[in-house]
Nanobody
């Protein structure tokens, strides 16, 4: 099992930026596909972005493409999500997730992910 701890959430005005971080335990982080999901009140958890194990490939939800960027630092077991041009509809709890059992490719499917963090709140005011 991988322990995941997110940080970097907060309150920001529309148009602003935040950078989320997710620190992972374990010695095989570089073999995991990593993803970010979010869940707004009353809504289901939805895919945001995913990155391949070596960081060469990324995949984004259409709603965030061009505004959010996922990246990773395998030397330090961290995955990031840069959030730019934020909108009120981006308000949600953001979760980091690890796919330990896959092929190392990006995936948007929740069921592919084995471990989840506790989440970090992002609130965008209008």
């Amino acid at each position: 099992q991988v322990q995941l701890v997110e940080s970097g959430g907060g309150l920001v005005q529309a148009g602003g930026s935040l950078r989320l971080s997710c620190a992972a335990s374990g010695r095989t982080f570089s073999s995991y596909t990593m993803g970010w999901f979010r869940q707004a009140p009353g809504k289901e958890r939805e895919f945001v972005a995913s990155i391949s194990s070596r960081g060469a490939n990324t995949y984004y939800a259409d709603s965030v493409k061009g505004r959010f960027t996922i990246s990773r630092d395998n030397a330090n077991n961290v995955v990031y999500l840069q959030l730019n041009s934020l909108k009120p509809e981006d308000t949600a709890v953001y979760y980091c997730a690890a796919d330990r059992e896959g092929w190392g490719r990006p995936t948007k499917q929740k069921y592919d992910y084995d471990d989840w963090g506790q989440g970090t709140q992002v609130t965008v005011s209008s």
